[in-house]
């Protein structure tokens, strides 16, 4: 469950819990105390996660094809050096 649709499910339950009660500034103090609760843990959505595991993934690809070309380029000057 995202970290927003826990703090909507809360906040829709503390609404109905506080419809009829004069509370309603404990609701806006609770709902501003949990925004700035999530705001301060760093949280990232899903979709940001989805990317940048995507972003990660072509890189180790990338990574691996690079390091296959280094070994190859290094066998071949250590041809080239041993003919020498």
């Known amino acids: 469950m995202k970290p927003s649709e826990v703090f909507d499910e809360m ?3 503390f609404s109905e819990m506080l419809k009829n009660s004069p ?3 404990i609701e806006r103090n609770f709902r501003a105390a949990l925004t700035q609760g999530f705001t301060k843990l760093d949280l ?3 979709e940001e996660f989805d990317v940048q ?3 990660l993934a ?3 690809a990338r990574l691996e094809e ?3 070309k280094v ?3 290094e066998a071949q000057a250590a041809q080239v050096s ?3």
């Open 58 to 60: 072509r890189t180790r």
């Open 23 to 25: 509370a309603k500034d």
């Open 66 to 68: 690079l390091e296959k």
């Open 11 to 13: 906040q829709r339950k």
């Open 53 to 55: 595991a995507q972003v």
């Open 82 to 84: 041993a003919k020498e």
């Open 44 to 46: 990232v959505t899903r």
């Open 71 to 73: 070994a190859e380029l």
